[in-house]
């Protein structure tokens, strides 16, 4: 099991900044991947940002110039930066992890409101 715990949503305004943090516990050991999808209301759930355990990123085209996955081993914590936000981007982000075997955990999901 890793359970994470996803933290740093809430409403800001269009052109604003956000830090989400996602802080992992349990069996760290076997994490590869980790990253971040959203679902906005009556959409599907989509991958916004990727990182290996390596390094390697990846990112939807959306937030793609705008966004930055990094992670920090030592605290088994991943961050998505996200700038010059837009209303657009409004929706419950989720923060997974993707252990060895391929099975992926996800968080509770944070609320990320973009509005003026």
């Known amino acids: 099991q890793v359970p994470l715990v996803e933290s740093g949503g809430g409403l800001v305004q269009p052109g604003g900044s956000l830090r989400l943090s996602c802080a992992a516990s349990?069996?760290?050991?076997?994490?590869?991947?980790m990253g971040w999808y959203r679902q906005a209301p009556g959409k599907q759930r989509k991958l916004v940002a990727a990182?290996?355990?390596?390094?390697?990123?990846n990112y939807a085209l959306s937030v793609k110039g705008r966004s930055t996955i990094s992670r920090d081993n030592a605290k088994n914590t991943v961050y998505l930066q996200m700038n010059s936000l837009k209303p657009e981007d409004t929706a419950v982000y989720y923060c997974?992890?993707?252990?060895?075997?391929?099975?992926?955990?996800w968080g509770q999901g944070t609320q990320v409101t973009v509005s003026s």
């Open positions: 349990g069996s760290i050991f076997s994490i590869n991947a």
């Open positions: 990182i290996t355990g390596g390094g390697s990123t």
């Open positions: 997974y992890a993707e252990i060895t075997s391929g099975s992926r955990y």
